[in-house]
T-cell receptor, first 112, second 110 residues
Framework: DGGITQSPKYLFRKEGQNVTLSCEQN?????MYWYRQDPGQGLRLIYY???????QKGDIAEGYSVSREKKESFPLTVTSAQKNPTAFYLC???????????FGDGTRLSIL | RKEVEQDPGPFNVPEGATVAFNCTYS??????FFWYRQDCRKEPKLLMS???SGNEDGRFTAQLNRASQYISLLIRDSKLSDSATYLC???????????FGQGTELSVKP
């Protein structure tokens, strides 16, 4: 079945540690996105990519990094510079801009 | 002012009720509009796109008023399974950046 797969579902980070969240899609979508959701709040865009080997910062990119080496994959690294990383992280993809986005089932990141 | 604003609710309604949500957006250049549904601790799922002429999908009707910059969602004959948070979403550039409202929580009671 086509879809977006995020892993792991739950992730715990120690202080000063970098962690990488995986996002893979087999929908043949060009565009991929990373969002962060905090309790009781809307989604905020971290990074997005419209094409392989290219990506742009969203509204809250500080403390995060991404890569887009393959069309299917858009991993997100939460670096030690992100001081408040505890949140629900959602990856999404779409055919092109202005089209609806389809989401993976998310990764919950917590600090140990 | 937030780019997309929704009444957070919660809206508590009995089964069978009709409920309407409104959403306002600040950027007049907005081009695409959507309603997403998010269940507790789950990912958002596309409920429906919103077209200028208004559109209906079963018990759900979405309308867009560009002049007043608001979007609405009407749910008729509410079911228990409609309980969720409804997210209003707009997009206004080719990059596909979506702007999410904070969501309106709906709770349908027996």
């Amino acid at each position: 079945d086509g879809g977006i797969t995020q892993s792991p579902k739950y992730l715990f980070r120690k202080e000063g540690q970098n962690v990488t969240l995986s996002c893979e899609q087999n929908l043949n979508h060009d565009a991929m996105y990373w969002y962060r959701q905090d309790p009781g709040q809307g989604l905020r865009l971290i990074y997005y990519s419209q094409i392989v080997n290219d990506f742009q910062k969203g509204d809250i990119a500080e403390g995060y990094s991404v890569s887009r080496e393959k069309k299917e994959s858009f991993p997100l690294t939460v670096t030690s510079a992100q001081k408040n990383p505890t949140a629900f992280y959602l990856c999404a993809s779409s055919i092109v801009g202005l089209q609806p986005q389809h989401f993976g089932d998310g990764t919950r990141l917590s600090i140990l | 002012r937030k780019e997309v604003e929704q009444d957070p609710g919660p809206f508590n309604v009995p089964e069978g009720a009709t409920v309407a949500f409104n959403c306002t957006y600040s950027n007049s250049a907005s081009q695409s509009f959507f309603w997403y549904r998010q269940d507790c601790r789950k990912e958002p799922k596309l409920l429906m796109s919103v077209y200028s002429s208004g559109n209906e999908d079963g018990r759900f009707t979405a309308q867009l008023n560009r002049a007043s910059q608001y979007i609405s969602l009407l749910i008729r004959d509410s079911k228990l399974s409609d309980s969720a948070t409804y997210l209003c979403v707009v997009s206004y550039n080719q990059g596909g950046k979506l702007i999410f409202g904070q969501g309106t929580e709906l709770s349908v009671k027996p």
